[in-house]
């Protein structure tokens, strides 16, 4: 049995990939799902079913447009303060590396107001809320920060829109959709395979600007402008009816905290790993951890691998090791992994760990 706690892409739940397997030479008009007609009517009902159950699992309203896009987070970066631009000047809350990127890309469209930023504590906190905003055309904000394993669980009045990048825990916990003026996350964390983008957005944010017409959100409106990636859409629609199945937003959220509650009482508890976040902000989805000694880290991730645990790096950028428990990773994964932990410490107790 293979557990993948890799941070994205990420596990898919083994039916939808078994569903997606025995479907894949001939889908309903004896053609494969990736020879199809994106414009078939066959197709056409499968984003409609995915929007549907996508309205569904997060209480979308109605004034809310949802569109599909490819160029992952990274191109929400730059489509973000392109789109809402009407001052040109944007705030972030700088709250990690996604969200220094996503700071890097809006510069070229305006002024970036940082409006809070823990880089200084190297991430390891999240940075505070901004009492008051204004003048400025969007807060924007990381909700769960993948790489640092931090999250935000309170949302403040503003009176901006809240643009937020919930990429690693869109439908793993509730958000609640009104509170902002626009979400954006990358498929391949929590949704389905790499290449679709989800984009949900208020209408009235929606303006018509002089933007080349892939990046004007006015042009995926309640239509596809061009070739999706519509293999990512299908297998998406899949695992949201299986999320729908287990019970919606609400169980998953229920077993990810129940998940990442166990393995962070395993680290609390452990002579010799600790988690890197403290607190109350500690990420449902992504777990960074670590003994204190990269070499160590790095001879229990071989450890772990070695008995079917596999992806346990941290971000090429912090090291150490990380644990992303998405939705599809079950609870015996989590429980898997707090047992080879646990059997590190003990050979450990004999130092040729360090060679295995
Ligand atoms: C993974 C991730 C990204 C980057 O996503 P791409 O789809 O690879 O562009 C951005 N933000 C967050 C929060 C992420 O987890």
């Given at each position: 049995m293979i557990y993948n706690f890799s941070a994205g892409p990420g596990v898919l739940p083994e039916p939808v990939l078994r569903e997606v397997q025995a479907e894949f030479l001939s889908y309903k008009q004896g053609v494969s799902i990736v020879e199809m007609?994106?414009?078939?009517d066959t197709f056409a009902t499968i984003v409609e079913q995915l929007e549907a159950r996508l309205r569904r699992l997060m209480q979308i309203p109605d004034d809310y447009a949802v569109l599909f896009l490819q160029g992952g987070a990274t191109l929400q970066f730059s489509m973000v303060p392109m789109n809402l631009r009407e001052s040109g000047r944007f705030a972030y809350l700088d709250s990690g590396i996604w969200s220094k990127k996503a700071i890097a890309d809006a510069k070229h469209y305006g002024d970036v107001v940082v409006a809070g930023s823990s880089a200084a504590v190297k991430y390891r906190d999240l940075p505070a809320w901004p009492e008051t905003i204004s003048d400025v055309d969007y807060l924007h904000v990381t909700l769960n920060n993948t790489i640092e394993g931090t999250r935000y669980t309170k949302l403040p009045d503003t009176g901006v829109p809240i643009v937020a990048d919930v990429s690693s825990n869109i439908l793993a916990e509730a958000i609640d959709v009104k509170r902002y003026g626009l979400l954006y996350a990358g498929?391949?964390?929590?949704?389905?395979?790499?290449?679709l983008t989800l984009v949900i957005i208020r209408?009235?944010?929606?303006v018509d600007r002089d933007l080349p017409s892939y990046l004007a959100y006015s042009k995926h409106v309640d239509t596809l402008l061009n070739t999706p990636s519509t293999f990512s859409l299908y297998v998406a629609e899949r695992v949201l009816a299986w999320v729908e199945g287990e019970g919606g937003v609400e169980a998953m959220e229920r077993r990810n905290v129940e998940k990442s509650g166990l393995f962070y009482d395993a680290l609390d508890a452990s002579p010799l790993f600790h988690a890197v976040v403290s607190g109350k902000q500690r990420s449902l989805t992504n777990i960074p951890f670590t003994t204190g000694d990269a070499e160590t880290d790095r001879a229990f991730q071989r450890f772990a691998e070695a008995r079917g645990l596999i992806e346990l790096g941290g971000h090429r950028s912090v090291g150490g090791l990380r644990a992303s428990l998405y939705n599809a990773m079950p609870l015996e994964g989590v429980k898997r992994l707090i047992d080879v932990m646990h059997e590190f410490e003990q050979e450990g107790q004999d130092v040729s760990y360090k060679n295995v």
């Open positions: 007609s994106h414009r078939s498929a391949q964390k929590n949704i389905g395979p790499a290449g209408r009235d944010l929606i």
